[in-house]
């Protein structure tokens, strides 16, 4: 019934999510502690107290996208709306790729685009970050790749590549596609939205899923040339987003300095998060998303992710070898990051025990 590539495929895990009722500190995710904007309440409200639920949204997503262009100075033709930041990946994926065809970026990130290049049955290129999760930016020019995906602030990491360097490396990639996935940028020192004004090859996405607490609502933002705009609305959905959806992200842009105060919050908890992480012996990249990644070398973190769920607490943990000494924990409010250590550092010297005794036959 079903393609031979499907069947063979691992689907993407999300992390995990509270059942209804369940009581945990969530910190496993990325999503912003803080609430959105009562505004974007408001808004809600307005769109579900009238009739025009009974309607399709509008395609093109008009009030949100002039909502975008406005903040973003950017013109309305450059800008595409999706259903989250993920719906326009796939989206880049089934436009560029078909069987065979290549896709490159640097690993550890994101791993929903494995899945999504195996759903067009394309060919990856893993290219390996460097020994300080700097970007491998020779191999990914070199790859020569139909398509080319930098995250920048990366996942798991919480590295920013610097827009300077994003720039020369979709100038060597000679026409070919960049995608370049923000979905933490506001969180960072800088970021690449320029280059889609200098570059006819930049694609950059935005997700309001993080910065702008709105997770449950599924919006992002593509913004690149007319021309690559115009081939990636071939490929989306009618009305790939609801009228409450809309409106919601409409007004949540409208109002961007709160979030720019709950973005300074999660900063200032982030600061603090790394710094304590490090007196209990974790190695910590400087973070420029509303996450971090702590590492202690050689030392599996799968013991002490149980032991946090055991607390109540949910981090994340890969069991990919680059990955199985480190947890990438959300930066939450600072009552739920006392709790992580809290629960933290007993574990810590724990497994730290354990590591030191060995079995003599």
């Known amino acids: 019934m079903f393609r031979e590539s499907i069947k063979r495929m691992t689907p993407y895990r999300p992390g995990e999510q509270p059942r209804p009722g369940q009581r945990l500190i969530k910190l496993n995710t990325n999503e912003n502690p803080y609430p959105p904007s009562p505004r974007v309440r408001r808004a809600v409200a307005k769109a579900m107290a009238g009739s025009a639920i009974r309607l399709y949204p509008a395609p093109r997503a008009d009030e949100f996208v002039a909502s975008a262009s406005r903040i973003y100075s ?15 990946l796939a989206m880049v994926f089934r436009a560029t790729l078909g069987s065979g065809d290549t896709v490159a970026y640097p690993v550890p990130t994101y791993s929903l685009y494995d899945t999504l290049a195996l759903v067009q049955e394309a060919r990856i ?20 790749a139909n398509l080319t995906i930098v995250c920048s602030p990366n996942s798991p990491s919480g590295i920013s590549t ?72 071939k490929v989306k959905d009618s009305y790939n987003l609801s009228r409450v959806a809309l409106a919601a992200g409409a007004e949540a842009l409208r109002d961007s300095g709160w979030m720019r105060r709950n973005v300074a919050k999660v900063i200032r908890t ?34 002490v992710t149980r032991g946090l769920r055991r607390a109540g607490i949910l ?4 069991a990919a070898p680059l990955l199985h000494d480190a947890l990438r924990i959300s930066i939450g409010t600072p009552a739920e990051m006392a709790a992580l250590f809290k629960a933290l550092a007993p574990l810590v010297r724990a497994t730290a025990s354990k590591s030191k005794c060995r079995i003599h036959t």
Request: net charge positive; with cysteine; proline share 7%.
């Open 74 to 88: 950017i013109p309305q033709s450059m800008i595409m709306a999706g259903n989250g930041s993920d719906e326009l």
């Open 125 to 144: 290129l893993h290219c390996p970050v460097g020994a300080d999760f700097e970007l491998p930016l020779d191999a990914l020019a070199q790859a020569r």
């Open 162 to 233: 610097p827009t300077r360097s994003l720039g020369a490396l979709a100038k060597r990639l000679d026409g070919r596609l960049l995608v370049i996935d923000e979905a933490y940028a506001d969180f960072a020192d800088e970021n690449a939205l320029g280059l889609v004004r200098r570059h006819r090859n930049v694609v950059v996405l935005r997700t309001l899923s993080k910065s702008y607490s709105l997770a449950g609502m599924r919006l992002g933002l593509c913004f690149a040339r007319p021309p690559v705009i115009d081939a990636l609305l």
């Open 270 to 303: 982030r600061a603090l998060t790394e710094a304590r992480l490090r007196k209990l012996g974790f190695v910590v990249p400087p973070s420029q998303a509303n996450f971090v990644l702590a590492r202690i070398p050689g030392r599996d973190m799968a013991p």
């Open 315 to 318: 981090v994340r943990h890969f």
